[in-house]
């Protein structure tokens, strides 16, 4: 039974160290002499079961155990009263409390109540392990086996291990930030409790305050008149993802500092300093010193919040994952659609695998929906994409698009080797609009070889005109 921890609250110093030495054998046991200082360990080291006196002298018990239920339901609180008072030992029970104990206390009565609540303890921890069971396996996937990404994980996985240490999340805009941000999340000792998301972004500069820190009655005009509360007390014991926070205004980067290096706030309106255990994750797609040397970001703050820094690579830098990330997206949506697609044709595949995603992974997520929603299947072909072929990049063109694109092969019957090179550096310019350098690049070939072949091609172009 030692497992079992015991908080006993009493500012009767004989019963803390009389009962506290009694039990130590039985049970992992911590005193205090007062409710507050018992709740701020409640609130970073839950126990199984409170002893918790009737008569302290900051707070009454049964204020004290109404805060305790509030924090954690699932905690046992067995009251000590120095009188058989009715009202308030029938106040305790609907409060929540599991038992009651009337002084003076001997060692005896307090451990067989102590005892009887084992078997509901026992049933508690086996109910959170099935949750907590079945909230991993439920956890975000994260898609490949590219060293790229898998780095990040294992970095990922070394970081979530401290509660509360703040994470900067950095990369381009679809490459999975908030997926990173909730893996964080459930490989953390907070995966219990709440994962709360905002977009800096997309809420007005004017209600970003309240959004984070909540207001008080009557705080402004409109506010509602029994207050609200902010993100950051909703996600206590949890995780808060601050995406885009690129775009947090100035005024609230200040009050988030706060928040950072104290753990404590004020509601907007509010008078009462607040206090919660928090980890915050910031998410963006921008360059951060950037904008400090813009006056936009504060430069403290971007230390605060990058204590870690997680870099999320692009698809364009983890190219083996695109094929298993379609492939993923694929059963998704034929799910989703009730429609039997099974995979993708040579064709499509080759395409995927080197055409440039600006979109990342929410760019071929997005891809694949369309093409199983339009497509008939039972696999996906070149028309059901409707990618922009435009944006290959520097890549090769995949030799299923060249059949496509009705250019001649190489047969028995030969092949007109200038017809070729005149298709593609027509292309090329086409896709660089004109510009040679670009069409130079896009084509792998050194500038002034370019200019040439151009040259050589618009006369050979004037002397057929001229026939």
């Known amino acids: 039974m030692i497992d079992f921890s ?16 009694g039990l130590r054998k039985y049970y992992q046991i911590k005193t205090f002499a007062c409710a507050g200082d018992a709740i701020e360990a409640i609130r970073s080291e839950p126990p199984d079961l409170v002893l918790l006196d009737i008569g302290l002298p900051d707070m009454n018990g049964i204020e004290a155990l109404k ?40 060692l005896e009565p307090v451990k067989n109540s102590i005892d009887n609540s084992l078997s509901t303890i026992r049933l508690q921890k086996e109910l959170l392990g099935i949750q ?68 800096c972004a997309a809420i007005p500069k004017d209600l970003i305050e309240s959004e984070l820190f909540g207001y ?30 690129g775009d947090l205004q100035l005024a609230a ?6 928040f950072l290096e104290t753990g404590k706030f004020f509601k907007l309106g509010g ?41 999320i690579p692009s698809l364009n830098d983890r190219r083996e994952d695109i094929l298993p990330i379609a492939r993923y997206f694929l059963a998704v949506f034929s799910q989703k659609f009730n429609k039997p697609f099974t995979g993708f044709s040579q064709e499509v595949e080759e395409l995927l695998e080197v055409y440039h995603w600006e979109g990342n992974i929410r760019e071929i997520k997005n891809l694949i929906e369309r093409a199983v929603l339009v497509g008939p299947g039972p696999t996906v072909d070149l028309e059901d994409l409707g990618l922009d072929i435009s944006r290959m990049g520097n890549t090769s063109v995949p030799h299923s698009l060249q059949r496509d694109s ?45 200019r040439y072949r151009k040259k050589k091609m618009a006369e050979t172009e004037g002397q057929n005109h001229d026939e």
């Open 216 to 245: 008080e009655k009557g705080a402004f005009s409109g506010a509602s008149v029994t207050g609200k509360k902010g993100l950051i007390e909703q996600a206590h014991n949890g995780t808060l993802l601050l995406d885009e926070i």
């Open 67 to 106: 805060i305790i239920k509030s924090m954690d339901s699932r905690i046992l609180v067995i009251m000590i009263t120095g009188f058989e008072d009715v009202k308030t030992v029938i106040s305790a029970m609907k409060l929540g409390a599991y038992d009651y104990i009337i002084k003076p206390v001997e």
């Open 271 to 311: 008078t009462r300093e607040e206090a919660a255990k928090v980890r915050i994750v910031s998410a963006t797609n921008k360059n951060i010193k950037e904008l400090i040397e813009n006056d936009l970001f504060r430069l403290d703050l971007y230390y605060r919040i990058s204590v870690i820094e997680v870099k």
């Open 132 to 199: 907590e069971k079945t909230i991993r396996e439920n956890m975000p996937c994260i898609i490949g086996d590219s060293t790229a990404i898998q780095d990040v994980m294992r970095f990922v996985e070394k970081a979530a291990q401290s509660p509360d240490t703040p994470i900067l999340i950095t990369g381009e805009s679809g490459t999975g930030k908030e997926l990173i941000a909730q893996a964080i999340h459930y490989k953390s000792p907070f995966f219990k409790g709440p994962f709360i998301t905002i977009n």
């Open 6 to 21: 015991v908080y006993l609250v009493d500012d009767d110093a004989s019963i803390r160290k009389g009962i506290g030495f």
């Open 406 to 450: 009705g250019l001649p092969r190489l047969s028995e019957a030969g092949i007109d080797l200038e017809a070729v090179e005149r298709h593609y550096l027509t292309e090329a310019l086409k896709l660089a609009d004109g510009n040679d350098r670009k069409a130079a690049q896009l084509l792998g070939m050194n500038y002034y070889a370019f």
């Open 253 to 258: 980067q200040a009050k988030l500092l706060r």
